[in-house]
């Protein structure tokens, strides 16, 4: 996919984010929604940027629907950021998303900013916005990367990227 610039913001290619990733604050107006609920609404993210991954959005706890997400039994681990928890999005009992977010309760030094931050797989949510624009999902299964029209790829996600 290759992006186009976004008014007021730069074209960026994932495969200019640093290894190990960086943090930045990011004061857009983010939007989770599913089954017509607003599960997270901040201008106080934090992304992570990494090489080859489209940036993850991590949203404060008081920005967050907290009672609409449960903790799963999923656990992950990633080099950099330490361990993961993973939440399921339940919502009026009836729904249940597994493993719809996540988040680093105790992460890793340098990942600090984002201790209990919860980041959303736009995959498993019904929408996800960047300043009113749609979210398209990083490819693949495992990374939730957000793709919005200045992001630039190709991104590691798909079957055959594993490598990368």
């Known amino acids: 996919m290759n992006a186009t610039e976004t008014p007021g913001r730069p074209a960026e290619s994932v495969w200019d984010?640093?290894?190990?990733?960086r943090v930045e604050v990011d004061v857009r107006h983010i939007v989770v929604e599913f089954a017509?609920?607003?599960?997270?609404?901040?201008?106080?993210?934090?992304?992570?940027?990494?090489?080859?991954?489209?940036?993850?959005?991590?949203i404060p706890p008081q920005d967050t629907r907290r009672e609409l997400l449960r903790q799963s039994d999923a656990r992950t681990y990633c080099e950099w950021k330490g361990a993961?928890?993973?939440?399921?999005?339940?919502?009026?009992?009836?729904?249940?998303?597994?493993?719809?977010?996540?988040?680093?309760?105790?992460?890793?030094?340098g990942?600090?900013?984002?201790?209990?931050?919860?980041?959303?797989?736009?995959?498993?949510?019904?929408?996800?916005?960047?300043?009113?624009?749609?979210?398209l999902p990083q490819p693949g299964t495992f990374y939730g990367g957000w793709?919005?029209?200045?992001?630039?790829?190709?991104?590691?996600?798909?079957?055959g990227t594993w490598g990368w």
């Open 36 to 58: 017509g609920i607003r599960i997270a609404d901040t201008r106080r993210s934090v992304r992570v940027l990494e090489t080859s991954h489209p940036p993850v959005f991590y």
């Open 147 to 159: 793709i919005t029209s200045e992001i630039n790829g190709p991104f590691k996600g798909p079957p």
């Open 84 to 109: 993961a928890t993973h939440w399921d999005l339940c919502v009026e009992g009836r729904t249940r998303v597994p493993d719809a977010a996540w988040s680093y309760e105790q992460p890793s030094r």
């Open 111 to 135: 990942f600090i900013a984002i201790a209990g931050f919860l980041a959303f797989h736009p995959s498993r949510v019904d929408r996800c916005l960047v300043d009113d624009e749609e979210v």
């Open 17 to 21: 984010y640093p290894r190990p990733p």
